[in-house]
């Protein structure tokens, strides 16, 4: 039996969250690269995932149509990405120097967050969307970046596939200064 538009996108938004945690238990005990997946993590939640719930777009189809390429691209890069953190996390030092990581500190991050209580209309959320969608393309490459750094010999392949090119880099860190 073939689904309809609303329970595809349903099973699809369930299918992007599994992603979160599907052999990715591993990470939780890297204290270097568990915080670095916390910020995409929410990143994804709060800035696509929590904007349909929150702007009461859950059943607007047209919204989630006009909006496609970005919200498939970026189930797509969050696809990509979880793979890559957890093969940095296999490889990477697991230092843990005594250190504060305050996401409260992140300003882009902070705004995020407080973003969820904004009521939009239809063109702010479609705004919304795209500018996070770009957010996250920003964050995946500094990500990137500082795994490779770390870690050279990483495979970043599938998540450098899905950026923009030229990839977003260099516009200001995202991530914690000790990441």
Same mark, same amino acid.
């Given at each position: /039996? *073939? @689904? #309809? !538009?609303? $329970? %595809?996108? +349903?099973?699809?938004?369930?299918?992007?969250?599994?992603?979160?945690?599907?052999?990715?238990?591993?990470?939780?005990?890297?204290?270097?690269?568990?915080?670095?997946?916390?910020?995409?993590?929410?990143?994804?939640?709060?800035?696509?995932?929590?904007?349909?719930?929150?702007?009461?777009?859950?059943?607007?189809?047209?919204?989630?149509?006009?909006?496609?390429?970005?919200?498939?691209?970026? /189930? *797509? @890069? #969050? !696809?990509? $990405? %979880?793979? +890559?953190?957890?093969?940095?996390?296999?490889?990477?030092?697991r230092?843990?120097?005594?250190?504060?990581?305050?996401?409260?500190?992140?300003?882009w991050?902070?705004?995020?967050?407080?973003?969820?209580?904004?009521?939009?209309?239809?063109?702010?959320?479609?705004?919304?969307?795209?500018?996070?969608?770009?957010?996250?393309?920003?964050?995946?490459?500094?990500?990137?970046?500082?795994?490779?750094?770390?870690?050279?010999?990483?495979?970043?392949?599938?998540?450098?596939?899905?950026?923009?090119?030229?990839?977003?880099?260099?516009?200001?860190?995202?991530?914690?200064?000790?990441?």
């Amino acid at each position: /039996m *073939a @689904l #309809n !538009a609303e $329970m %595809q996108f +349903f099973k699809t938004f369930y299918e992007s969250m599994l992603t979160i945690y599907t052999d990715q238990y591993g990470i939780f005990g890297n204290p270097r690269v568990l915080p670095v997946k916390v910020l995409w993590d929410y990143t994804y939640y709060w800035g696509v995932l929590c904007q349909i719930f929150y702007q009461r777009k859950l059943t607007d189809l047209a919204a989630l149509t006009a909006l496609r390429p970005e919200l498939t691209g970026a /189930m *797509a @890069l #969050n !696809a990509a $990405m %979880q793979p +890559f953190m957890r093969q940095w996390s296999d490889r990477s030092r697991r230092d843990n120097p005594p250190v504060m990581l305050d996401q409260a500190s992140l300003g882009w991050f902070w705004e995020l967050n407080r973003g969820l209580r904004d009521r939009l209309d239809d063109k702010e959320f479609a705004v919304r969307v795209r500018g996070t969608t770009a957010q996250l393309a920003q964050l995946a490459a500094e990500i990137v970046d500082c795994a490779c750094a770390e870690c050279p010999g990483l495979d970043a392949s599938g998540v450098n596939a899905l950026l923009p090119i030229p990839a977003v880099r260099g516009s200001g860190s995202m991530l914690f200064d000790a990441a």
